[in-house]
């Protein structure tokens, strides 16, 4: 039953003619700005920790990774189809599990978004580095960040025409990638034989250090698959929710699966694994520029590390978007400050931008303090964090199904146990916690954040709550299918 909203008064303000979103999105740009959150950082600079934990084996972390993450998109894809909300899969959670998984949710992503908006950046960063040296770190981490911010300050459709731009690079870069690393693996050059599979069992076997460091490589793998939530932040966006929001759930999940097991395999059959294995921050460790630096092949290093700083500058952009509409959604329905739902006339939220920004200043203090790893630090608390988030959307879906709800275009197949076999790989990899340092590094910053956001919950926010903001939003989400 919708509950009525109350009328405005000294507790309650009134709302503005400033708080809604523009639907300007298609399903190309919805699809798109998902991939530039998803395909980033994780594939070209982060994979370098993985091999070195699994070796070649890590294809097949990959592999696992991709399965969990198809079930999270498509659920996720399922509902948002039904409900095109604003705040996405928090505003399903308030509604299908209760208000306080829907503000557990909304301020645990909002907290992954800026995590990673700053993990982006320092890749980006050090990417610059590469060809100018003499720039610190903190520097290029601000120079980026002046960048992305006019990006999202324009209007949410120059903003998809952007991040449709950076996306579409990169995602013809990889599929290029792929091409070309396959005739290097199949075909070779004429100064370079091809070494077709050999690589891959050349030291050591396949699973050089066994197998349980599959399963332990998944805590970094699963970085790499952060951004999938967009599909459903995208949707109070979406020109045509219901279309949109199929198309982009299906071909995200086949292009992520495609393109991540394919480079990693390729790059494994190219560079002998213990040389792909980075474990610092310099672009150097990243497999890819190492592909074409190790062949010799002219030009090529450079290229594909101009390719690699657009796949973190997009995937920045994605999550500082992501970010923004998080902290909206949660002001809009008196979770957060009032004022943080305040937007432009061109309806972009410029209070959110500037909170999600926060993480942009962190991480160049972070390079300017000298302290090391910090871009590993930053990729296991993102993984601590959105693992708790993944978890809740695949909650939330369990119930939306019991309740006999369907999505309004198309169904996640395997439906409720496709949800379950989800969440018992998310518990596999946040398992890791046990024997990865970082993870538990993670968790002593992650879990107390998760307690103190509870106890503000109901000390604060749940007397502050307004569910008929919460109601308001899915009539008019409705409305739109």
Not at 293 to 311: E, F, S, Y
Not at 456 to 473: K, N, Q, S
Request: a positive charge.
């Amino acid at each position: 039953m919708r509950v009525n909203t109350p009328a405005p008064s000294s507790s309650t303000p009134a709302r503005t003619g400033h708080q809604g979103l523009a639907r300007s999105l298609g399903h190309g740009q919805m699809a798109m700005i998902a991939m530039g959150s998803a395909l980033g950082t994780g594939l070209f600079l982060g994979s370098g920790e993985a091999i070195e934990i699994a070796g070649p084996a890590v294809i097949i972390s990959f592999a696992l990774g991709s399965l969990i993450a198809a079930t999270i998109a498509l659920s996720m894809g399922e509902m948002a189809s039904r409900h095109p909300v604003r705040g996405g899969f928090g505003t399903l959670a308030a509604h299908y599990l209760s208000p306080f998984w829907g503000y557990i949710s909304r301020w645990l992503y909002w907290f992954v978004t800026v995590c990673v908006t700053g993990a982006e950046l320092v890749a980006c960063a050090a990417y610059l580095a590469y060809w100018v040296p003499e720039i610190p770190i903190w520097a290029g981490i601000l120079l980026f960040a002046a960048v992305i911010i006019c990006i999202n300050l324009a209007s949410v459709g120059s903003f998809g025409i952007v991040e449709f731009f950076l996306s579409s690079i990169k995602v013809i870069a990889v599929f290029v990638f792929i091409l070309i690393g396959a005739v290097l693996v199949f075909v070779g050059l004429p100064d370079a034989p091809a070494p077709g599979l050999a690589q891959l069992t050349a030291d050591g076997g396949f699973a050089p250090m066994g197998w349980a460091p599959v399963w332990i490589a998944l805590s970094v793998v699963m970085f790499s698959f952060g951004g999938i939530e967009l599909l459903s932040i995208t949707a109070a966006e979406a020109k045509d929710p219901a279309r949109s929001i199929r198309t982009a759930a299906r071909t995200t999940v086949v292009r992520l699966a495609f393109f991540y097991v394919f480079c990693i395999g390729i790059v494994l059959c190219l560079v002998p694994w213990r040389t792909a294995a980075g474990t610092g921050e310099d672009v150097a460790t990243s497999p890819f520029v190492m592909v074409f630096d190790q062949l010799g092949i002219p030009g090529a290093a450079h290229i594909t590390n101009l390719l690699v700083l657009i796949a973190a500058l997009s995937a920045a952009n994605a999550n500082l978007y992501a970010g923004s509409r998080m902290i909206h959604s949660l002001a809009a329905d008196g979770l957060a400050p009032r004022f943080a739902s305040h937007t432009t006339a061109r309806k972009v939220p410029v209070v959110g931008i500037a909170l999600s920004s926060l993480g942009l200043l962190g991480a160049a203090a972070l390079a300017f303090s000298g302290v090391g790893g910090v871009f590993g630090y930053m990729m296991s608390l993102v993984v601590f964090s959105v693992i708790l988030v993944w978890a809740l959307i695949l909650c939330t879906y369990i119930v939306f199904r019991r309740r006999g709800v369907t999505g309004a275009t198309f169904r996640m197949p395997g439906g409720v146990f496709s949800a379950v076999i989800g969440l018992v790989g998310l518990a596999a990899v946040f398992a890791t916690i046990a024997v990865r340092p970082s993870m538990q590094v993670a968790a002593m910053v992650g879990a107390p954040a998760v307690l103190v956001a509870t106890a503000l919950y109901f000390l604060v926010a749940r007397r502050r709550i307004d569910t008929a903001d919460i109601e308001e939003a899915f009539a008019e989400a409705d409305s739109m299918r």
